[in-house]
């Protein structure tokens, strides 16, 4: 589990894994992390830049939840994105897979007046991060083709709904929402936002014509080295 964070889904990880190894970077947030998980007797917690930082095994599944959209600010060269992906694949078993979760730089919610969710700048994802040395996010055809470039081929989008953080839902490709089902759209609890149009009628248009997977809010994605 790459950026545990303070452990929002590290003890359910526990509970589905024979043993997990969560990586923050910040003292703090591990702290918090062991206290909250100090019962699981399968989880290792290790503080530091995953970087530096070496591992004795390979793993089924590495989990990157939230963490991929912040590469550039701890990965060092030209190709953050890619070098942090491809240190990724070389952490996994032949037949291991890399879950995913990020925001969609092309959601919906921010075309309708929610802030980009790492600035709280309006637009600034759809604008292309201007100036910005930190973070940023992907759309759909971005996401694939950076993660084909870093040595992943096979592809499984999932689009969590309203957004990976909080889903009620999630779609796939095979089950894809449809008309009227999209209207939980104003869960935005961290920062004020406006509303310049009804996105569920905005998805409704969306979806009748085969647009959802491009301005779904967020993905989950299912990667593999080989099939």
């Not at 600035?119 to 201007?130: A, E, R």
């Amino acid at each position: 589990e790459i950026g545990a964070g303070c452990g929002a889904i590290t003890g359910m990880l526990c509970r589905k894994a024979g043993h997990v190894t969560s990586v923050e970077l910040s003292k703090r947030r591990a702290d918090i992390n062991y206290a909250r998980n100090n019962d699981k007797e399968n989880l290792t917690i290790m503080v530091g830049n995953l970087n530096d930082m070496t591992f004795p095994e390979k793993f089924d599944y590495v989990v990157v939840n939230g963490v991929l959209e912040y590469a550039m600010s701890f990965t060092e060269g030209k190709t953050p994105y890619e070098t942090f992906l491809q240190r990724m694949g070389a952490y996994l078993k032949p037949e291991g897979r890399l879950l995913i979760a990020i925001e969609n730089r092309l959601g919906l919610k921010y075309f309708a007046g929610a802030p980009e969710d790492h600035t709280d700048l309006h637009f600034f994802g759809i604008n292309g991060y201007p100036g910005n040395q930190s973070v940023r996010t992907f759309s759909k055809n971005e996401l694939g083709e950076l993660l084909e470039n870093s040595g992943f081929p096979f592809l499984r989008f999932y689009y969590p709904y309203p957004d990976y953080k909080f889903p009620a839902v999630i779609y796939s490709d095979e089950y894809l929402p449809k008309p009227g089902e999209l209207r939980k759209n104003q869960r935005n609890f961290d920062a004020d936002r406006i509303t310049l149009f009804d996105e569920g009628k905005a998805f409704d248009g969306i979806l009748k014509s085969g647009l959802f997977p491009v301005f779904s809010n967020s993905f989950l994605i299912e990667v593999e080295k080989k099939e």
